[in-house]
């Protein structure tokens, strides 16, 4: 018989509120020996709770029987003053009872394995507790929708129509079937191809949406760079001196523009050094600057063409720094970190430009990593079926239940025990 788990659902420390979460089948057994029997479903009760004779604590109870709870399971919630000292007491009396505390992402997993949401959903539980945005939060809303899980089951859907018509053609070969008949699966393939593709190609604006969208100041030395970060996020997060190659290192510092999760980054001024220290900033500095999804070429009035304007690309946001001492020379966005001129510009570019990459008609297909990699499987056990209908339908069955197998994966259709610890580990204990 399943265990029967607790685990405080609010943040540790001193509170007004402590909810204590159970599921599990001794729910209702240990709610009587608490001194909470016969309480009516889904209705908050006062009680008293004691235990070995001593009071614990005056608490609201709640109680869900299963199947119609969050873990399919029998759950109740135990709503405690939050003192530390009530919290303990209540604890041990269930571990005396016989409970035990859950495991990180316990009740999602078992939500899960009792046909309460698919892995999908059960991911976008953990995206929607971490979610620190609006686009975030909408993004892990849809997917605990079933907004993701429609997308694969609907491309799993035309894999086994595909499928279906070559069995036809290797398992009934005498019967009275149309001739060729696998062939007919290669215009359903082509249009899942390129469905499967577009998923692919648009695999970084669910990651940025979850992740953060990574812009990167990059320029000469003394352009401006990190007296501009430090007016972006509002705070002296860097040195900023007249001394040329301040900068070493890179430096990160999370905001939020127009509704979206950013890391900005300061880096090295672009050039060449004999100085050990500062040709690994730069070394640093490309490096970053590379990975960016967006660049911010820092630009003062009166800047050389040096290492800054090689390194740049012409999708490269400029911005000239120093508007209060000089005329941008240029086109692009004019700032003053001194006076703060010109950021409420540049903030409303960004925000334009954040909309322009993250937002979407379609919900992103790709919201991990781990559905990136199943989605790449699926891409080339499809091209290969492809190749195999006419000379080899028996080959490109395999390949095609190859591709439904790899899509299963993401939302749990299929035997997926490999990756149960790696979509739940990174869950909190409450949940």
């Given at each position: 018989?399943?265990?029967?788990?607790?685990?405080l659902a609010t943040p540790p420390g001193r509170g007004a509120i402590a909810v204590l979460r159970l599921s599990g089948p001794a729910t209702d057994q240990t709610l009587a020996a608490l001194g909470a029997p016969d309480l009516k479903p889904r209705l908050a009760s006062l009680r008293t709770l004691g235990h070995g004779g001593a009071a614990l604590d005056q608490a609201l109870v709640l109680r869900f029987p299963g199947p119609r709870s969050y873990t399919g399971e029998d759950c109740a919630e135990l709503h405690l003053h939050g003192g530390r000292a009530v919290i303990d007491a209540v604890s041990s009396a269930l571990i005396d009872l016989g409970l035990r505390p859950a495991e990180p992402g316990e009740f999602t997993r078992r939500a899960f394995e009792n046909g309460r949401m698919d892995l999908a959903q059960a991911e976008a539980v953990a995206d929607l507790i971490d979610a620190e945005t609006s686009a975030q939060a909408a993004q892990a809303?849809?997917?605990?929708?079933?907004?993701?899980?429609?997308?694969?089951?609907?491309?799993?859907?035309?894999?086994?129509?595909?499928?279906?018509?070559?069995?036809?053609?290797?398992?009934?070969?005498?019967?009275?079937?149309?001739?060729?008949?696998?062939?007919?699966?290669?215009?359903?393939?082509?249009?899942?191809?390129?469905?499967?593709?577009?998923?692919?190609?648009?695999?970084?604006?669910?990651?940025?949406?979850?992740?953060?969208?990574?812009?990167?100041?990059?320029?000469?030395?003394?352009?401006?760079?990190?007296?501009?970060?430090?007016?972006?996020?509002?705070?002296?997060?860097?040195?900023?001196?007249?001394?040329?190659?301040?900068?070493?290192?890179?430096?990160?510092?999370?905001?939020?523009?127009?509704?979206?999760?950013?890391?900005?980054?300061?880096?090295?001024?672009?050039?060449?050094?004999?100085?050990?220290?500062?040709?690994?900033?730069?070394?640093?500095?490309?490096?970053?600057?590379?990975?960016?999804?967006?660049?911010?070429?820092?630009?003062?009035?009166?800047?050389?063409e040096g290492e800054a304007a090689a390194f740049a690309r012409s999708d490269d946001f400029v911005v000239w720094?120093?508007?209060?001492?000089?005329?941008?020379?240029?086109?692009?966005?004019?700032?003053?970190?001194?006076?703060?001129?010109?950021?409420?510009?540049?903030?409303?570019?960004?925000?334009?430009?954040?909309?322009?990459?993250?937002s979407g008609a379609d919900f992103p297909a790709v919201t991990r990593e781990r559905h990136r990699r199943r989605?790449?499987?699926?891409?080339?056990?499809?091209?290969?079926?492809?190749?195999?209908?006419?000379?080899?339908?028996?080959?490109?069955?395999?390949?095609?239940r190859r591709a439904a197998d790899a899509l299963g994966r993401v939302?749990?259709?299929?035997?997926?025990?490999?990756?149960?610890?790696?979509?739940?580990?990174?869950?909190c204990i409450g949940k």
């Open positions: 018989m399943t265990d029967t788990v607790f685990a809303l849809g997917q605990l929708d079933g907004a993701l899980s429609q997308t694969y089951a609907g491309f799993r859907r035309d894999l086994l129509t595909a499928l279906a018509l070559v069995e036809a053609e290797i398992d009934f070969p005498d019967e009275d079937v149309p001739d060729h008949l696998a062939r007919s699966a290669g215009p359903v393939l082509d249009r899942l191809t390129a469905a499967l593709n577009a998923a692919l190609a648009d695999a970084d604006r669910g990651r940025r949406v979850r992740d953060g969208y990574r812009i990167v100041l990059i320029g000469e030395t003394n352009a401006g760079k990190s007296a501009l970060f430090n007016a972006l996020v509002e705070r002296e997060a860097a040195i900023v001196t007249a001394v040329a190659g301040t900068t070493r290192d890179v430096l990160d510092a999370d905001l939020v523009i127009g509704g979206y999760a950013v890391t900005l980054s300061d880096t090295a001024g672009l050039r060449e050094s004999d100085d050990v220290v500062e040709a690994e900033g730069v070394r640093r500095a490309r490096a970053r600057a590379e990975a960016a999804d967006l660049r911010l070429w820092i630009r003062a009035p009166g800047d050389p720094t120093k508007s209060d001492l000089a005329t941008a020379a240029g086109q692009g966005i004019a700032v003053s970190a001194l006076t703060g001129d010109g950021l409420g510009d540049l903030y409303e570019a960004l925000a334009a430009r954040l909309a322009s990459d993250l989605l790449s499987e699926a891409v080339s056990a499809v091209a290969a079926a492809r190749g195999n209908l006419s000379a080899a339908p028996e080959l490109a069955g395999d390949d095609l939302t749990g259709a299929i035997g997926v025990e490999d990756i149960l610890g790696e979509v739940f580990s990174t869950f």
